[in-house]
Structures are given as C-alpha cells and as structure tokens.
C-alpha cells in the first residue's frame, strides 16, 4: 500500500494559521501568504497538499475560495474542505482545481447526501473527515468547525460508508490536534481493523519522524502534517523519506 505524507494549510481570513484543539480562541499565525508556503511544499517533493477554509468550515460558505483556486493554479494536487455544505459548493471546490473534496460537517449530518456524491463523482474524489472526540467511551462526531456535536459516533458512520463504496477517511482525534503530543495509535490501530476498506489518513498531533513512522505501522495510509512543519520541527523532504 502506498502511503502519503501530505502538508497541511489551514486558511483563516487568507492567512496561515493552526488552532489547538479547533478552538478558533487558540490561533497561531504563521504566514501572509499561503500560495508562497505551498509552492515551498512542492518543491521539497509533496505529491498532495490539505487545505482547510476554516472560516468556511464554522459559516457553511467557502469563504477562501480564492485562495484554495490560486494554489490549485500552481499545479499541486490538492484536497481541500471547510464550508461545503451541498452540490454546488462541492462543483464549485472541483472547478477551482481541487482533485478532491473533503467533507466534514455534512459527512456527519446529511450521510445519505454523500452516499449519492460517492455514487455520482467516485470515491477517489472525495475524503470523509470524521473528526472525533473520546467522550463517554465513545468516539464522539463534533461537527461545525468542532463547535458542535452530533448524535452519531465514529463506530456507527465510518464501517456504513466503507459499505457504501467510500475510499478516503480522514480522522483526527481532536484532543490532539495542534498540541505535538503525537498521533493517537490506538485510534488508527482501531480503525485499520474495523474498516480496512478505508484508507485511513491519521492527523493530529505529530511532532517527530518517529510519528510518522508509528503511525504507518498502526495502519494508516497517510499522514496529514501542520504545526511540526511550520514550526520546522522536521524538514518536509525528511519526513517524505519516511
């Protein structure tokens, strides 16, 4: 199985940012431009790039749309989310040059909706973002930006869409998320035995090589990487070589 390494861009107000655990309270700004980051990126070697509009991802719109169209311009495949809600922002992510679309909030929400995106554009462009939270023993679903939390859990959701032909699941396991205390193993360990029609993309938390590395042998397909490369804890091309 192939496995991906993927840098990650979170856009606010069309700027580089990382938040700690989704608190929109907690940012960090890294960058004015994020097209100049990504073009770095391509050139250390990334074959994909992740893009989050966080703006859109708590109002529903795509609000750096712009943006997201100006680095798809540059050449780099691209899979980005944050607001989509319905068909035509989904149209509107693939006619900015988006290969493929996350989606989040509305995977949770409206599973029947997605189930007919998979049938109509494939599986191989769309990621299912099933961010989750351990809550009372059990992998909770926030939703809206991780501002709210729905009644599905990550148990009941991720094996039906795997029975609806899904490819790409992306998960990060919230608590960690921005906070370099390493991937949660357990979950993705978890994961590739429950679903392992899934290509499991892990996010949330790496802080060495080693992460990488475990994270690999937990199972996942794929890393996401953010706040370790921005605050240049490793290189890009060293964690590619993993």
Same mark, same amino acid.
């Given at each position: 199985?192939?496995?991906?390494?993927?840098?990650?861009?979170?856009?606010?107000?069309?700027?580089?940012?990382?938040?700690?655990?989704?608190?929109?309270?907690?940012?960090? @700004?890294? %960058?004015?431009?994020?097209? $100049? !980051? #990504?073009?770095? *990126? &391509?050139?250390?070697? =990334? /074959?994909? +790039?992740?893009?989050?509009?966080?703006?859109?991802?708590?109002?529903?719109?795509?609000?750096?749309?712009?943006?997201?169209?100006?680095?798809?311009?540059?050449?780099?495949?691209?899979?980005?989310?944050?607001?989509?809600?319905?068909?035509?922002?989904?149209?509107?992510?693939?006619?900015?040059?988006?290969?493929?679309?996350?989606?989040?909030?509305?995977?949770?929400?409206?599973?029947?909706?997605?189930?007919?995106?998979?049938?109509?554009?494939?599986?191989?462009?769309?990621?299912?973002?099933?961010?989750?939270?351990?809550?009372?023993?059990?992998?909770?679903?926030?939703?809206?930006?991780?501002?709210? @939390?729905? %009644?599905?859990?990550?148990? $009941? !959701? #991720?094996?039906? *869409? &795997?029975?609806?032909? =899904? /490819?790409? +699941?992306?998960?990060?396991?919230?608590?960690?998320?921005?906070?370099?205390?390493?991937?949660?193993?357990?979950?993705?360990?978890?994961?590739?035995?429950?679903?392992?029609?899934?290509?499991?993309?892990?996010?949330?938390?790496?802080?060495?090589?080693?992460?990488?590395?475990?994270?690999?042998?937990?199972?996942?397909?794929?890393?996401?990487?953010?706040?370790?490369?921005?605050?240049?804890?490793?290189?890009?091309?060293?964690?590619?070589?993993?």
């Amino acid at each position: 199985m192939n496995f991906s390494v993927i840098p990650a861009i979170d856009l606010r107000e069309g700027q580089v940012v990382r938040l700690k655990q989704g608190d929109y309270a907690q940012q960090t @700004t890294y %960058a004015s431009d994020p097209r $100049e !980051l #990504a073009a770095g *990126y &391509a050139a250390a070697g =990334a /074959r994909w +790039l992740h893009l989050v509009d966080l703006d859109g991802a708590r109002s529903g719109r795509l609000d750096n749309l712009a943006v997201i169209r100006a680095i798809a311009a540059d050449g780099m495949a691209i899979q980005a989310g944050g607001g989509v809600r319905d068909e035509d922002d989904l149209r509107r992510l693939f006619d900015a040059g988006v290969q493929r679309v996350v989606l989040g909030s509305v995977a949770i929400r409206d599973p029947d909706k997605v189930a007919r995106w998979l049938e109509i554009h494939g599986a191989d462009r769309l990621v299912l973002a099933l961010d989750t939270r351990r809550v009372d023993g059990r992998w909770s679903l926030p939703s809206a930006g991780w501002t709210e @939390t729905e %009644a599905r859990t990550l148990d $009941e !959701l #991720a094996p039906w *869409y &795997a029975d609806c032909g =899904a /490819r790409h +699941l992306l998960c990060t396991d919230i608590e960690r998320d921005g906070m370099l205390a390493g991937f949660n193993l357990a979950l993705y360990r978890h994961l590739a035995g429950s679903v392992p029609a899934l290509a499991v993309q892990a996010s949330g938390g790496v802080r060495s090589l080693e992460d990488i590395r475990a994270a690999r042998e937990a199972g996942a397909a794929g890393v996401i990487l953010g706040r370790a490369l921005l605050e240049g804890r490793f290189t890009l091309a060293e964690a590619l070589a993993c």
